[in-house]
């Protein structure tokens, strides 16, 4: 069997009065992410570890912040654009783990439609993904609330 694994980071800015999107469903927030797409940092962790564990580069090379049409994009088109070069390099997915840093608001409820949402769009059951949150106890970046931050770690098999 040939196996890979990826991993992934993104961080983005947090502003009072923007959306705020996390694991492909909008949260409400008093704040949401600045970003040139929809700013959903654990979307955009598991893109750059499923390019990784590949060899297909990162998020940035395929969907470049420069590009409009890519502004203001729903990231789970990233994410199932990312899952068809995967795919068309001959990779299925094993399983996904990641976890989101953030100080508010608090996601544990959330969790169970986000899995919903991603295993739909990457095609595997909802028990192939594991999202888990925490808190900085008020440090740094996310914890001032200034900031949220994800990363995942991803498996791939070679079909």
Sequence with gaps: MNFRVGIGYDVHVLESELDFWLGGIKINHYKGCVAHSDGDVLI???CDALLGAANLRDIGYHFPDNDVSFKKIDSKILLQKTYNLIKDKGYTIVNIDSVVSLQKPKIKDSIPEMKKIL???????????SIKATTTE???????EEGVSA?????IQKN
């Design 44 to 46: 955009h962790a598991i």
């Design 119 to 129: 295993s739909k769009v990457l095609d595997i059951d909802e028990d192939q993904i």
């Design 138 to 144: 008020g440090l740094g970046f996310e914890g001032r």
């Design 151 to 155: 990363q995942a770690i991803v498996m």
